[in-house]
């Protein structure tokens, strides 16, 4: 089966850093991305992981571990328009279809 | 930045009747999606299509719904006899390739809301 689980709603102050944690089990792996998605709107790249490590871009770093099924999403330097839904997507074959996890929905106030 | 179009941005639809989502994906691109999300839930996948032909759909993809490339720009989602829990924002997506570009992932549309009443 494919199950991947994401904290529903997470609270952060502007400026600050919030990790944001996902755990997946799908049939096939070839990639965890993360994206953004503000209420009403399309979901936004941000960032992907095949192998296991941290990956950064800007003020978003991206972690996978392969064997323990685990990805994180780290935000930096919080700002006010980072107030969105984050959602983790396991790429489960090669080039075909994401499963996407439920989507946290990160409140940074001010 | 190229993108991908969507068109109606909100459908209003009776119960029963058939509807017609229009998505116009990036000239290049190859590999086309449908995804959907039900009002505060997750996104799911529908379908892939490549060269004219389904490559994957779910199970949510039953005799019900039917995917067409009428001509060289259009992607389009046919709906028949729609129920209310059809209600969603149905999103395109398109690729370049199979393989998804590790620095972009999807390029997803803006969506279409439809409401079934």
């Known amino acids: 089966g494919q199950n991947i689980d994401q904290p529903t709603e997470m609270t952060a102050t502007e400026g600050a850093i919030v990790q944001i944690n996902c755990t997946y089990q799908?049939?096939?792996?070839?990639?965890l991305f993360w994206y953004q998605q503000h209420a009403g709107e399309a979901p936004t790249f941000l960032s992907y992981?095949?192998?296991?490590g941290l990956e950064e871009k800007g003020r978003f770093s991206s972690f996978l571990s392969r064997s323990k099924g685990y990805s994180y999403l780290l935000l930096k330097e919080l700002q006010m328009k980072d107030s969105a839904s984050y959602l983790c997507a396991v790429l489960k074959n090669y080039g075909q279809n994401f499963v996407f996890g439920p989507g946290t929905r990160l409140s940074v106030l001010p | 930045e190229p993108e991908v179009t969507q068109t109606p941005s909100h459908q209003v639809t009776q119960m029963g009747q058939e509807v017609i989502l229009r998505c116009v994906p990036i000239s290049n691109h190859l590999y086309f999606y449908w995804y959907r999300q039900i009002l505060g839930q997750k996104v799911e996948f529908l379908v892939s299509?490549?060269?004219?032909?389904?490559?994957?759909k779910s199970e949510i993809f039953d005799d019900q719904f039917s995917v067409e490339r009428p001509d060289g720009s259009n992607f389009t989602l046919k709906i028949r006899s729609t129920k209310l829990e059809d209600s969603a924002m149905y999103f395109c997506?398109?690729?370049?390739?199979?393989?998804?570009?590790?620095?972009?992932?999807?390029?997803f549309g803006s969506g279409t809301r439809l409401t079934v009443v």
């Open positions: 997506a398109s690729s370049e390739a199979g393989t998804v570009k590790p620095s972009e992932g999807y390029t």
């Open positions: 299509f490549y060269n004219n032909e389904i490559s994957e």
């Open positions: 992981n095949v192998l296991d």
């Open positions: 799908t049939s096939g792996f070839n990639g």
